[in-house]
């Protein structure tokens, strides 16, 4: 898998279908849902830009922390914490992990302390199907490191999916099971520096 490619567009996650909800949800309401967000947990589905699939266990703990842990054949650890990216590869880098600013990501859009997609030149794109609404977001301040299109559905608001574009315009989606909100997550689970050590042991 190309790092980049997935750095880039590993912002790509999406729950499984819930009830469709006819209405349409504004930018205000998306925003307050974001931000509210604060730990969650999930199976998801990875499609890769050449099609390839893979699965694994999302984690989210914001602001600023994510972890993908992917399940085999996949020798894959993604982790987001301390501002950074942190990749570690089976099949290259066990021990010490691949570091990259996350601010230099789509994921940083969601992950962000005070999510505000209402900001100028933020939302770059707005539909809706009659079941979903699908924004597409960008770092106003850096639109070359990609995008990232979030579908959400209303009644209650829940994220359903992601695709990530990178600059190359490769695509990530990440698909997730049912969200499980609200647990306790331990912050080692986000701490690259702390994952390097454990697997150094």
């Known amino acids: 898998m190309d790092r980049r490619a997935f750095l880039l567009t590993a912002s790509a996650a999406a729950l ?31 499609v890769n830009d050449d099609g ?5 266990t999302l984690y989210i703990k914001r602001p600023g922390r994510m972890r993908f842990e992917y399940n ?16 570690f590869d089976g099949k290259s880098n066990v021990a010490k992990a691949e570091r990259y ?4 990501t789509p994921l940083n859009v969601i992950l962000e302390r005070n999510v505000d997609l209402a900001r100028r030149n933020m939302v770059v794109g707005k ?5 979903a609404t699908t924004v597409i977001a960008q770092d106003p301040e850096r639109p070359e490191y990609g995008n990232i299109a979030l579908k959400f ?4 608001v829940e994220l359903r999916q992601w695709i990530v574009t990178d600059g190359q315009g490769a695509t990530t989606t990440v698909i997730l099971g049912e969200l499980s909100k609200g647990g306790e997550l331990p912050s080692t689970l986000f701490n690259i520096s702390f994952e390097e050590d454990q697997r150094k042991r």
């Open 127 to 131: 539909t809706f199907d009659g079941a």
């Open 72 to 87: 085999p054949p996949e020798e894959l650890l993604v982790m987001a914490g301390g501002g950074q990216i942190g990749i």
């Open 16 to 46: 499984a279908a819930g009830p469709a909800a006819a209405a349409e949800l504004s930018l205000n309401q998306i925003s307050a849902y974001l931000n509210g967000l604060r730990t969650a947990e999930a199976g998801f589905t990875q």
């Open 52 to 56: 390839t699939l893979a699965t694994g």
């Open 153 to 156: 559905t209303a009644n209650p």
């Open 101 to 104: 600013p996350l601010s230099q």
